[in-house]
């Protein structure tokens, strides 16, 4: 056991013993995992609730379930999203026999504690260097996180493989050095994809303190272009966050970047994938 990890006889603590309901007839049931989180899990005690429901059962008839085990949940309903294995779902989604289920509490505000949501989501035109890591670790961190996970994308000297219809000019420029970067948005849609992103780790990996900050403008040889922090009491799921923070990013979100050199540019990148992956 590492970073704080405990186990009791029931296996790793908070998890529960299933709860049952009754099925129609003829009908198997279905069991399904619930995982609460923040303020849901302080109030339940416990991060995950086993349930068996009748064939055919909905989310809402799951939430239904644990609120009758937990009726102190009810008040909170109003606010919460839910997640089936990973995606955002109406509460009218209908549930499978082995199912995840995340009810997922407002993800803005404070750092009271490691389940309290955080997240730092931002463009930068002014430079920023290798401190950034520090600088986001310290305000995303609390006593309660034993991993800090740090990226750091830099612009290097090497060309990268060019857009569609780049082709020639990239020919043109075989064998130079790069000498800067350009990067430029849509800011609007950049920043709502990136809270997209970080809705997508909470559900996937349980993170919720986040920072991923993006320069625009020139970025020179050698100088930082994008830092990405995510905290988590252990460590497997603060990687896992951060490099499906830098992956999706780079994959998905609006901003493009062009090889600056001597004698002219080159736009680099591939056409922008809609949705998170299916292989995760």
């Known amino acids: 056991m ?11 603590a908070g998890e529960e013993a299933v709860a049952t309901a009754a099925g129609h007839p003829g009908e198997p049931p279905i069991r399904i995992r619930v995982r609460l989180f923040a303020i849901q ?62 009810c997922i509490p407002p993800v803005s505000g404070g750092a ?20 950034i890591l520090a600088q986001l670790g310290d305000r995303l961190a609390t006593d309660g996180d034993g991993a800090i996970v740090g990226f750091i994308g830099r612009t290097r000297v090497t060309p990268g493989t060019p857009a ?19 990067y430029e948005a849509h800011e609007t849609m950049a920043l ?14 349980g993170v919720v303190r986040l920072a991923i900050v993006h320069r625009l403008g020139r970025v020179a040889l050698g100088e930082v ?24 990013t780079k994959a998905r979100v609006p901003i493009w970047k062009a090889e600056q050199f001597t004698d002219g540019r080159v736009w680099i990148g591939e056409p922008p994938r809609a949705g998170p992956p299916t292989d995760r």
């Not at 590492?2 to 029931?10: K, P």
């Not at 609120?67 to 919460?80: D, H, K, S, Y």
């Not at 272009?225 to 999706?248: G, Q, T």
């Open 112 to 131: 009271d504690t490691a389940d309290t949501p955080l997240r730092i989501l931002e463009l930068h035109e002014t430079p920023f260097d290798l401190g």
């Open 164 to 182: 569609p219809g780049q082709e020639d000019e990239a020919a043109r420029h075989r064998g130079r050095e790069v000498d800067a970067l350009d």
């Open 2 to 12: 590492s970073e704080g990890e405990a186990r009791t006889g029931t296996g790793r």
């Open 225 to 248: 272009s994008i830092a990405v922090v995510a905290v988590s009491p252990h460590r497997d799921a603060a990687f896992a966050a951060a490099r499906y923070a830098i992956d999706e």
């Open 41 to 102: 899990r302080e109030l339940a005690g416990r991060r995950e609730v086993g349930l068996e429901l009748p064939a055919g059962a909905d989310v809402e008839a799951a939430w239904s379930a644990i609120v009758e085990r937990f009726p102190v949940l009810a008040p909170g309903r109003p606010a919460i999203r839910f997640a089936r294995n990973g995606d955002y779902v109406d509460a009218s989604e209908l549930l499978a026999d082995g199912d995840e289920l995340a």
């Open 192 to 205: 709502r994809m990136l809270d997209r992103i970080a809705d997508e780790i909470a559900v996937r990996f």
